[in-house]
């Protein structure tokens, strides 16, 4: 790989700038033609501002900017901006990838989904900002940049999935959102401070040196990384901390509800994996954070299936699904043992999943909204015979749930056949079985929409009206994607083992 020298360091934030300057442009624009009929130039602006953002992401990963040489140390190839508090390495771009990837496919599917909404700039802006500061989380290299960052994706986001005013569940759900959200990182700022009371930094770098010097203060410490712990929860919807996440998803617009369930998780993760294996790595003896994960993580995947089974609700079954699949995840830090045999680590397994968990659970939203386009209605007995009425679309939805499940028909089967392979390397055993039985508990409800799309009869009032060309669109570019992964699969693991070895090494 040859890294991207011509230009300046601070270019390397251009993912997060790009997001930025849509989002204004978009604020421009309504000033300038406020009409509620300029939506097709509002989605234009906004996918166009997603995939210059794709587009730098995707450059600057591929031509190795911020990852080390072959003869350099894993930290030694980052390029830091601003005092250090940005790092921009293999790993933020990876998981930048993966955010605007999201965006894209959100604003595309939602240019349709909005066409009665009377503040659509509003809408994108506010994605574009929650999407911006996404990114800057994944560039985060000291607490204070973090906490800022969380709070930019934060604010935004209440207020999308309250956007449908005129919708009490969408208003109640961005109420929950807000009050927990509120908590949490009230919780989370307390922890900051406590970990700043006893290292005396809040940059990442500088609190691992204090805490492998001896702070003096282990009680402090351990409290705070409690805290600390808490906050991240909340953001990727670990239990106990997922209470807010099936109100907020089923009331929320389903655009946003995709967004929320993988953008948002994908930077709660990238920032838990910097805080507890880079900067917490040798801090076990005073809270074993490793242990924590492992419980969280069996807890978080076995409660989230066993309640998804007894939902109707089809958003809420995929809400708690999102639950599970963030169990899945935390396999990588509780199985995390500093170094892992073989060629696939515990880190850039759960890396990997995230990647592929990015579109395979962006497309089952999207077809929701699809569902709530046609106004088929929100239970599984209301998708009775739909596969007759969009044959295409349930397709498509039939991969990104036994994608899900972890069957040999995407890319999902994959990434959790590496991550079942890392828990066994590094003699995790436990959570191989519960990733195991997890998985097959979850083919039952997923396969209960399958069920209903293809083989039950449709009712008689089913009749899906016209056919929205983004939403369409946005569905089979993540389907394709799902597919896709199978045989690219070796390329994405390459690259989540880079972006391990940023932390990890």
């Not at 203060?217 to 929860?233: E, K, P, R, T």
């Not at 993988?262 to 507890?276: I, P, Q």
């Not at 499940?405 to 436990?430: C, D, H, M, N, R």
Request: with cysteine; proline share 3%.
């Amino acid at each position: 790989m040859t890294e991207v020298t011509t230009l300046p360091d601070w270019t390397a934030i251009a993912p997060a700038l790009a997001l930025l300057g849509t989002a204004f442009v978009l604020l421009l624009a309504d000033m300038i033609d406020p009409d509620d009929s300029n939506g097709t130039a509002l989605t234009g602006i906004s996918v166009t501002g997603g995939l210059v953002a794709l587009g730098f992401a995707l450059w600057y990963l591929l031509a190795g900017t911020g990852q080390p040489g072959a003869s350099q140390e894993p930290t030694e190839g980052a390029i830091e901006l601003f005092g250090d508090a940005l790092v921009v390495d293999g790993m933020s771009l990876f998981f930048s990838v993966i955010i605007t990837s999201v965006v894209v496919l959100v604003a595309l599917a939602s240019h349709e989904y909005l066409r009665e909404h009377p503040y659509q700039a509003e809408y994108y802006s506010l994605v574009l900002l929650a999407s911006t500061g996404m990114v800057m989380v994944t560039a985060a290299n000291s607490f204070v940049t973090a906490f800022i960052s969380i709070e930019l994706v934060s604010l935004p986001s209440y207020a999308l999935v309250a956007s449908l005013k005129t919708n009490e569940g969408s208003v109640e759900g961005g109420l929950k959102y807000f009050l927990i959200g509120a908590l949490s990182s009230a919780i989370f700022a307390y922890g900051i401070a406590l970990v700043y009371v006893a290292t005396g930094s809040l940059q990442f770098g500088a609190v691992e040196i204090a805490i492998a010097d001896g702070v003096g203060f282990d009680s402090l410490l351990g409290l705070g990384m409690l805290m600390i712990l808490g906050g991240i929860a909340f953001k990727i919807a670990a239990v106990p901390f997922h209470f807010w996440a099936p109100d907020a998803y089923e009331g929320a617009p389903a655009p946003i509800s995709a967004f929320i369930s993988s953008a948002s998780k994908a930077a709660g993760f990238v920032l838990g994996f910097r805080v507890f294996v880079d900067v917490f790595g040798t801090a076990t003896g005073v809270f074993d954070w490793v242990d924590a994960f492992l419980i969280l993580s069996i807890v978080t995947m076995t409660i989230a299936n066993f309640t998804a089974l007894k939902q109707d609700n089809v958003k809420r079954i995929l809400a708690y699904s999102s639950v599970a699949h963030a169990g899945y995840i935390l396999i990588a830090l509780a199985a995390f043992t500093g170094s892992v045999e073989g060629e696939i680590s515990i880190l850039g397994a759960g890396m990997a999943h995230l990647f592929v968990y990015g579109f395979m659970n962006t497309g089952a939203f999207l077809f929701i909204a699809l569902a709530e386009y046609w106004d088929v209605g929100r239970t599984v007995e209301d998708y009775h015979g739909l596969g007759n009425r969009a044959p295409f679309a349930c397709a498509a939805m039939t991969v990104f749930l036994f994608s899900l499940a972890g069957l040999p028909i995407g890319g999902g089967f994959f990434s959790k056949f590496y991550l079942l392979f890392a828990t066994v390397t590094g003699g995790q055993e436990l959570l191989g079985a519960a990733l195991i039985i997890n998985s097959v508990v979850s083919l039952f409800y997923y396969t209960r929409i399958v069920r209903a799309i293809w083989i039950e009869e449709p009712g008689e009032d089913l009749e899906p009206g016209e056919y929205p060309t983004g939403l369409y669109a946005a569905i089979a570019v993540a389907a394709l994607a799902t597919i896709l992964l199978i045989p690219a699969f070796g390329f994405v693991i390459e690259y989540a083992e880079i972006a391990a070895r940023m932390i990890g090494g």
